[in-house]
């Protein structure tokens, strides 16, 4: 069936550095693929999203790559900040009807330290 | 500023008493979705409203419905809340196939 993975599961950085987290993906069909941010006792909220006919997108220091031949996503976070720590989700979706369903990753725990 | 707003924002029932969530839009969306949210887990979607017209997941308990009265107001109803069924629960909001917005989510106790 329809299958997100998302690695690695925690991870820990120093402030200033990078952080990168990947998802693969088995739903050849799938076209859509946003990344939510979830801090504690809140709601996902969207950071950046790719469409399947791009292959990278960039926002600030947020940057979203696409390889549709590999079924690969990755989220990249430069000059990471203490308040980018929170659990990160990645999601494949496509169109079902009128909406989008989205098959989420498992989340990543993201951890900056000062 | 246009948003999805969940009431209330914590929830305590007692076990099989039936409760009722919230969730409201000002973006006009005609898609509206709930989701459960368990710790440590990702979002699982329940069911959704596509304008009127309600689409349930396959896998989602009997004991869960929903209502949708109008565009802007959705409710999720738990006819008897068992202790699994004590989660975060999520609103979202989107237009046709375009990005989904989360609310801020209702945490729900049971006793």
């Known amino acids: 069936g329809e299958n997100v993975e998302q690695h690695p599961s925690t991870l820990s950085v120093q402030e200033g550095d990078s952080a990168v987290i990947k998802c693969t993906y088995s739903?050849?069909?799938?076209?859509?693929f946003p990344w939510y941010k979830q801090e504690l006792g809140k709601g996902p909220q969207l950071i950046i999203d790719i469409r399947s006919n791009v292959g990278e997108k960039k926002d600030q220091r947020i940057a979203v790559t696409l390889n549709k031949t590999a079924k690969h996503f990755s989220l990249h976070i430069t000059e990471t900040q203490p308040e980018d720590s929170a659990v990160y989700f990645c999601a494949a979706s496509r169109r079902v009807g009128g909406y989008n369903k989205l098959i989420f990753g498992a989340g990543t725990r993201l951890a900056v330290h000062p | 500023d246009a948003m999805v707003i969940q009431n209330p924002r914590y929830q305590v029932t007692q076990f099989g008493k039936p409760v009722t969530l919230s969730c409201s839009q000002t973006l006009n969306h005609n898609v509206m979705y709930w989701y459960q949210q368990k710790s440590s887990q990702a979002p699982k979607l329940l069911f959704h409203?596509?304008?009127?017209?309600?689409?349930n997941e396959a896998d989602t308990p009997d004991n869960f419905q929903s209502r949708r009265p109008n565009t802007s107001f959705c409710f999720l109803d738990i006819r008897s809340p068992g202790l699994g069924d004590a989660a975060m629960y999520l609103c979202?909001?989107?237009?046709?196939?375009?990005?989904?917005?989360f609310g801020p989510g209702t945490r729900l106790l049971v006793l």
């Open positions: 739903d050849s069909a799938s076209n859509y």
């Open positions: 409203y596509y304008d009127k017209d309600f689409n």
């Open positions: 979202a909001t989107s237009r046709e196939t375009e990005t989904q917005y």
